[in-house]
C-alpha cells in the first residue's frame, strides 16, 4: 500500500509540477507577445519622432527662406514708386520729358493696360503700369533715351522693343548722317499697394 501511496504522490506531484510549468510557460509567453507588442510600438513611435523631427527642421528652413523673401520683398519695395506718384498720368509724362531730352521725335505713345498681381479682397499687390511708344531716332538718341531710364531713381523697366531703318526722310540724308530709326518699345514699372 505504501508504494501505491507514494506513486499516487510522485503522480500528484509531477501533475502540480506539469500544472506549475505550464501556468509559468503562459506568463512567459504572454509576457515575451507584450514584450514584441511593446517593441513594435516603440519603433512606430521613434519613426514618427524622426519624421516630425525632419518636418521640424524643414519647417525651420521654410521659416529662414520666408524671412528672407520679406526681406528682399521689402527691399524691391522701396526701389517701387509710390502709389501716389506711380500712376499711368505720371508714367506718360515721365516717358514724354527723357524722350524729350533725348530728342526723339514721338509719333505714338499709349497706354498699356495690364493687371496687378493682387487683389483687392486681399488689401494690396502689385499693379503693372505700362506704355508703348512709337518713335523716331538716331542710335545715339535711343542710347541716351536709354540711359536716361536707367539712371531713374525708381524702378523703371525696358520689357520690349524693335529698332529698324526709317524708310522715310533716307534720301535727303548727308553722306555721314546718322540714319532715323523707327523705334517702338513698351516702358514699364510697378507699384505696390499696400497688404501684406
Known sequence: ?????????????????????????????????????????????????????????????LESQLRNIKESLSQFITILPSP???????????????TKRAQFKIDDIQIINRKGTGSKKKGGGFQELSV?????????QFLKFLNSLEAHETFLAVKEFTVTP?????????????????????????????GK
Open 1 to 61: 500500500m505504501n508504494s501505491n501511496k507514494e506513486v499516487k504522490q510522485a503522480i500528484l506531484f509531477f501533475a502540480v509540477c506539469a500544472l506549475g510549468a505550464l501556468v509559468a510557460y503562459y506568463f512567459v509567453y504572454t509576457a515575451q507577445e507584450e514584450k514584441a507588442r511593446l517593441e513594435a510600438e516603440i519603433a512606430t513611435v521613434d519613426a514618427s519622432i524622426a519624421d516630425l523631427k525632419v518636418r521640424v527642421s524643414k519647417r525651420e528652413e
Open 84 to 98: 501716389l506718384v506711380a500712376t499711368e498720368e505720371r508714367l506718360y509724362e515721365l516717358i514724354a520729358e527723357k
Open 132 to 140: 508703348k511708344v512709337q518713335a523716331e531716332a538716331t542710335y545715339e
Open 166 to 194: 526709317s524708310r522715310q526722310g533716307t534720301d535727303d540724308l548727308a553722306e555721314n548722317a546718322p540714319l532715323p530709326l523707327n523705334i517702338s518699345l513698351s516702358v514699364s514699372t510697378y507699384r505696390y499697394e499696400g
